[in-house]
């Protein structure tokens, strides 16, 4: 699948089809980038329950090789205070999970090195 998938219920049918817990939708591509031959270890974190429904503009706000769309966003957050709110909310979820993330690191990066 390469469209992001915003909506609960879509989310859910995706992970009922799949039999999957989680989805994650940059690995493979970080994976498939670096060839054949490397080892990869990803450790990820999840920022969106099953249920979060996400603004369908989320979905355009990264270009193909990850980068913020800044004008995307921008044009998002102009819409009022409640597109502002919903951006502020999920930095929020990003804050807390690159806690998480940062944390689970600590403890797996010495164990890669042995």
């Not at 603004?55 to 090789?65: I, M, Q, R, S, Y």
């Not at 966003?73 to 929020?92: C, E, F, N």
Request: charged share 30%; net charge positive; with cysteine.
């Amino acid at each position: 699948m390469r469209e992001p998938v915003t909506r609960g219920a879509d989310k859910r049918a995706l992970g009922l089809a799949r039999q999957a817990l989680a989805a994650d939708m940059e690995s493979f591509a970080m994976a498939e980038r670096a060839g054949t031959k490397a080892a990869v270890c990803a450790l990820r974190v999840v920022s969106d329950a099953v249920g979060d429904e996400l603004p369908a503009e989320v979905g355009t706000f990264l270009d193909e090789k990850g980068s913020v769309r800044v004008g995307r966003v921008a044009r998002y957050a102009l819409r009022g205070p409640a597109s502002i709110r919903t951006l502020r909310a999920l930095k929020a979820r990003r804050d807390r999970s690159l806690a998480g993330l940062t944390a689970a690191w600590r403890v797996v990066w010495p164990l890669l090195r042995r």
